[in-house]
């Protein structure tokens, strides 16, 4: 057993130190880098390099729209129900309790009325059920996206009507004269 483990430590020490060696020797001639002026369609006849044709990045940029949706989204605005008014919760006894006990038959009647003209007219009924209805983030996106491209065609008309101003005369602005008699 101790034979065996020593011809194989033998046989480690050999692979160890005729490792650095070739690494030594291919070190020595290293492949040649590809120029900036080599056409990407052409590829190299050496078959250890590796061409990799890209436009470098010009950076990552955010999408404006989506962080303002991003922010309205960590601060809403005002509160659902301003004033905090909450509904009556029907388990307190007074003056006033609540006094419907049971379905609202009519309520119900007229909500399958109106569901069955949406699914007739291929409309989607998920939002008759929305209690407390209120934007998620792709929805802000689009306004947000809205109101940036508004803005930018405002600033474009704004632009282009200082640039029409720009272009007249002074001649131009005054009024035109009678020709004499």
């Known amino acids: 057993m101790a034979a065996v483990l020593t011809v194989a430590l033998v046989m480690l020490a ?65 509160p659902v129900r301003p004033g905090g008014h909450l509904p009556p919760d029907c388990a307190s006894v007074g003056p006033a309790p609540c006094m419907n006990a049971g379905i609202n038959l009519i309520g119900a009647a007229l909500t399958a009325a109106e569901m069955a003209k949406r699914v007739a007219a291929g409309q989607e009924i998920g939002s008759m059920f929305e209690t407390d209805p209120q934007l998620n983030e792709y929805q802000r996106y689009q306004m947000a996206k809205a109101r940036r491209e508004a803005e930018a065609t405002q600033k474009a008309a704004e632009a282009k009507a200082k640039e029409a101003d720009a272009g007249r005369t002074p001649s131009d602005t005054r009024p035109a004269q009678k020709p004499p008699r």
């Not at 120029?35 to 990552?60: F, K, L, N």
């Open 14 to 78: 050999q692979a160890a130190a005729a490792a650095p060696a070739a690494a030594q020797t291919s070190s020595a001639a290293p492949a040649p880098k590809p120029q900036a002026s080599e056409s990407c369609g052409t590829p190299s006849s050496d078959g250890r390099v590796i061409v990799v044709c890209t436009q470098r990045p010009q950076g990552y940029r955010l999408n404006p729209d989506v962080m303002e949706a991003k922010r309205e989204m960590k601060n809403p605005g005002q």
